[in-house]
């Protein structure tokens, strides 16, 4: 018995071998890659061209899942926390209630901004967008090496609170004005 299990123990480590040396563990981290990119992608897909807005909202969802799932897979636990936690959970589910809670008489076509030509004006801007962020990426002097924050938690306060404080403020500053914006907006619809 022991034969063999030493001779299935010398196969299993064989077909390891195989595999490293085939770089198999490579071609199963990229497949993970883009199959949560995949995801991520359709679901924002989903979100343009969906014509109902709850399958759109619910597509946006399924968006902030699969980006959620991308910054686990890159070691990125607590973005990916927060991304599940956040977006995922609350945005995602306050967006549905918002929807649901307006009135509606029909629900097949509520989504306005699905037209033809929305639509293509939308993928206009988005390519153009595309290539700006690909110029971006290709000029960036990025490093093959990855980046040790050790715990992910204290090196994302570091870099916030240090090297990037002027864009964590800038952020800041959009967001009330929107808040403030969404006050404006909400208090008008009371009035008229």
């Excluded at 002097?141 to 938690?153: E, K, M, R, W």
Aim: proline share 3%.
């Amino acid at each position: 018995m022991n034969e063999l299990l030493q001779g299935l123990h010398a196969l299993v480590n064989g077909g390891m071998e195989l595999a490293t040396s085939l770089g198999v563990p490579e071609l199963i981290t990229t497949g993970v890659f883009y199959a949560l990119g995949t995801v991520a992608l359709l679901g924002a897909l989903g979100v343009v061209f969906f014509r109902n807005v709850v399958h759109s909202a619910l597509s946006l969802t399924a968006s902030f899942l699969g980006i959620g799932c991308l910054y686990i897979f890159l070691a990125a636990d607590f973005m990916g926390a927060v991304q599940f936690l956040v977006y995922g959970g609350a945005v995602a589910i306050l967006i549905v209630m918002a929807i649901m809670l307006t009135r509606r008489e029909g629900m097949a076509c509520s989504n306005p901004s699905a037209g033809l030509l929305v639509q293509a004006g939308a993928l206009i801007i988005a390519g153009f967008f595309g290539l700006i962020m690909a110029g971006v990426a290709l000029l960036s002097p990025f490093s093959s090496q990855p980046v040790d924050l050790g715990d992910t938690v204290t090196g994302l306060a570091d870099l916030m609170l240090t090297k990037y404080i002027l864009p964590f403020e800038v952020a800041a500053v959009l967001l009330l004005i929107a808040m403030i914006g969404a006050i404006i907006l909400a208090k008008g619809a009371d009035e008229s």
